[in-house]
């Protein structure tokens, strides 16, 4: 049996954070597509046309995905029902419209719910809005590893690993899904382990070519003035991915690719 192998990243925010996410695949594992989630999708200037030119080549000639994250972050289940479908719909209208407009009809069909929250209500939103597959997660550190996609609910997709601890946690969280399981859902968060990040930031406000670009620019850089650098995750990261690819019958897949093998 061939073990299905998903890396989910959450929380690309804006054209550097994907940037950074896709040269580092690119440049190292150029073989693995990725399921991204958009999140911040209403500002033009976080989202230009040659952003939009370089998603589309990456869904067309390395097979990535790209999926919704809401338009702001919110706590979902917090919200009036108004607001949920506001946050959810304009969130996958604006990724369709800036695809669209680069030449290609893409469809959305997995969402992934910030800080993993959801209730009946948000899942109902996404039904009516053609999404196939919900994406969540326990918060906590300790949460249960999912083995196999929940097949009798798709709008409750866990994840089997959220790179949080030790390399050695990732390995063991790995071999347990391949020892057991069928499909090992890797979510990552790499918008928060950008080498030298703020200097990028700092980059930013003098790239500013608005009033509110340069308001964003500088909240983002006073956030992140404090926080050390977490380079060492994406160490972890080529470690981690070294130890799958010594297994054999592994394939990896996004959710998207889940509907066509169904």
Not at 10 to 28: A, G
Not at 29 to 36: G, T, V
Not at 206 to 221: N, T
Not at 225 to 246: A, D, P, Q
């Amino acid at each position: 049996m061939v073990l299905n192998i998903i890396i989910r990243v959450d929380d690309i925010c804006d054209q550097y954070d994907f940037y950074n996410l896709k040269n580092w695949f690119i440049s190292n594992y150029p073989q693995i597509p990725i399921s991204f989630y958009i999140t911040d999708s209403q500002y033009s200037y976080k989202w230009r046309k040659e952003v939009w030119n370089i998603i589309k080549d990456i869904i067309i000639n390395y097979k990535w995905e790209v999926g919704g994250h809401t338009r702001n972050h919110y706590h979902l289940p917090d919200l009036s029902n108004d607001k949920i479908k506001d946050e959810i719909v304009d969130n996958i209208r604006d990724i369709h419209k800036g695809l669209k407009f680069v030449g290609i009809d893409y469809k959305i069909t997995s969402f992934a719910y910030p800080y993993g929250e959801f209730d009946d209500r948000v899942k109902k939103i996404l039904k009516e809005n053609g999404i196939i597959h919900g994406l969540t997660y326990d918060s906590n550190e300790i949460y249960k590893s999912l083995l196999t996609i929940p097949g009798e609910n798709l709008y409750e997709i866990g994840i089997s690993c959220n790179a949080l601890n030790s390399i050695d946690d990732w390995n063991s969280r790995f071999k347990e899904v391949y020892e057991n399981g069928n499909t090992y859902i890797l979510c990552l968060h790499t918008s928060h382990w950008i080498k030298g990040r703020n200097r990028e930031n700092f980059k930013r406000i003098f790239k500013s070519k608005s009033i509110r670009e340069l308001f964003m620019s500088v909240r983002r850089f006073t956030q992140y003035l404090f926080k050390k650098s977490s380079t060492v995750m994406w160490e972890y990261l080529k470690k981690h991915l070294e130890f799958i690819l010594n297994c054999s019958n592994i394939q990896f897949i996004t959710f998207k690719d889940l509907i066509t093998t169904d």
